[in-house]
């Protein structure tokens, strides 16, 4: 700093020492003690190790770059379902959640600027009016003197600008403009997670729908076999026994369809809930989930990418980047500030020579303070402030190898599922044949009715199995969508299922 004082001394030879020392510290302005962007140590995999083993091609790795403003897509529109797109429109209006989400970026954005505010000089004016009596002791009057109260007039203009000599306020923006874009980047996060959590929840009510439209039609088989049977043992064709067996199956049967009504409601409130609706004011219409759905194929891309799309990550980023710059504003506070006060402005004993030339007055100065003893605040505060960041580089990384897992996972509950659905639906067709043979041999006399009751009670479960697997592939799908951060324009293609 001395070498700057004596420059700014050759530079200005004339200006007196005081305006030397508010150049020597202009010249200072804008040094930053803000530490390099940390870099995190994260194992990034070439590939999905799950997408390779299904053959699906990532395409050619490359290093990760932000980009969270990329567009996701209307990704919900690939199952082609109206229903599911009315309720994301619904809870993209109504979501208290979005609401809250949207609040917070709000906040954030102000705060930025209250932080780009301290940049430029604070200006303020005013105008007044005060009257009062001196003490004679104040004048160096005997106690007792007449002394007459007096009138003052006033019209002040106040400026103050701090000078960042070591980088501070720019500290400060750096941090508050990292928190905005955190903010912003977890709003996304919200939406994406809601609009998953509405697509997740309404696959789940249409196959309590379809589940439950399989077992009634178990019902009304097993009623009309009650019936049946009732006919024959009125006749003294069959024991007892066959007729309360089969009225017992139907019973339970009747319990688990009335069981999935419960289930059904409890979806269809947590719909009401998530588009911002009140449960008691929205009753949907059953739809079960169709046999033939159809489901989009989500390309995984590549490791790096993801860490471009997902907005948690992001969110975490740029958590980290604005921890990292408060290590500077903590940094700053150790070495000296110099706030620069100016006023100009009219004061008079008289109002109506308040705005006259002779009644001027002005002011300018500053104060070069620095730190010298603080108890510690200051060390303990930089001690925070890097505790934070490594705190912010920790959840950082968690965030990227929870990314990792949730993709992995996914693609892995995909590649299991579309196996499970293969087989499943060949047990159902053998479940179908098995009960086409039992009820043939119970008919002709060659076997008792437990037989039709255990070939009956295996094709409803393989029909209940194939249902939710099917709910289940539905809401794979999304769950891999909602880890990859979203839907690209284009970037799908609805294929039949495999």
Not at 461 to 468: F, I, K, M, P, V
Not at 475 to 485: D, E, K, P, W
Request: aromatic share 6%; glycine share 8%; net charge neutral.
């Amino acid at each position: 700093m001395r070498t700057m004082h004596a420059r700014a001394k050759r530079l200005y030879p004339r200006i007196p020492a005081s305006l030397a020392t508010f150049a020597a510290a202009a010249l200072l302005a804008g040094c930053s003690l803000v530490p390099p962007a940390p870099v995190p140590e994260i194992e990034v995999p070439a590939r999905f190790r799950q997408a390779a083993a299904e053959g699906i091609d990532n395409g050619s790795w490359k290093p990760a770059e932000p980009a969270e403003h990329a567009a996701r897509g209307e990704w919900w529109k690939l199952f082609g379902d109206a229903q599911l797109d009315a309720l994301i429109e619904q809870a993209r209006r109504d979501s208290p959640t979005l609401a809250s989400a949207a609040a917070r970026v709000r906040q954030a954005r102000a705060l930025a600027g209250v932080a780009r505010a301290d940049r430029v000089p604070r200006i303020d004016a005013g105008i007044g009016a005060q009257r009062g009596r001196s003490s004679p002791a104040s004048l160096g009057l005997k106690d007792g003197a007449d002394v007459s109260p007096q009138s003052l007039y006033r019209a002040p203009l106040s400026i103050s600008w701090e000078l960042d000599l070591f980088g501070r306020i720019a500290a400060n923006v750096e941090a508050a403009g990292q928190d905005a874009n955190a903010a912003q980047a977890a709003y996304r996060s919200v939406d994406l997670v809601l609009l998953a959590d509405i697509a997740q929840t309404w696959f789940a009510l249409r196959e309590t729908d379809a589940e439950t439209g399989v077992l009634r039609e178990t019902v009304a088989l097993r009623s009309e076999n009650v019936r049946l049977l009732q006919a024959r043992y009125d006749a003294g064709d069959i024991g007892e026994i066959d007729l309360a067996r089969a009225r017992a199956e139907l019973a339970v049967t009747q319990s688990e369809a009335a069981g999935l009504e419960r289930t059904r409601a409890a979806l269809e409130h947590a719909l009401a809930v998530l588009t911002g609706r009140a449960p008691g004011n929205v009753e949907i219409a059953a739809a079960p989930l169709a046999t033939d759905l159809v489901l989009p194929v989500v390309p995984p891309g590549l490791p790096s990418a993801l860490l471009e799309r997902r907005p948690d990550v992001v969110a975490a980023q740029h958590a980290m980047l604005a921890a990292n710059a408060r290590i500077g504003v903590a940094k700053a506070a150790f070495f000296p500030a110099l706030p620069l006060t100016g006023a100009l402005g009219y004061e008079s004993g008289e109002l109506s020579n308040l705005f006259q030339w002779s009644t001027r007055t002005w002011l300018i100065g500053g104060l070069l303070s620095m730190p010298i003893f603080d108890g510690g605040r200051n060390r303990a505060n930089l001690e925070r402030s890097e505790a934070a960041l490594e705190q912010s580089v920790a959840d950082y990384r968690n965030s990227v190898l929870q990314a990792f897992a949730e993709v992995e996972d996914s693609l892995a509950g995909l590649r299991v599922l579309s196996t499970q659905a293969a087989r499943q639906a060949e047990a159902r067709a053998a479940s179908e044949r098995a009960l086409q043979l039992a009820d043939a041999r119970y008919r002709n006399g060659y076997t008792s009715y437990f037989e039709v009751i255990d070939a009956q009670r295996a094709l409803l479960a393989a029909q209940r199995a194939e249902t939710q697997i099917r709910g289940a592939r539905a809401g794979a799908t999304v769950a891999l969508i909602r880890a990859l951060g979203g839907g690209w324009e284009g970037a799908y293609s609805p294929v039949a299922q495999r």
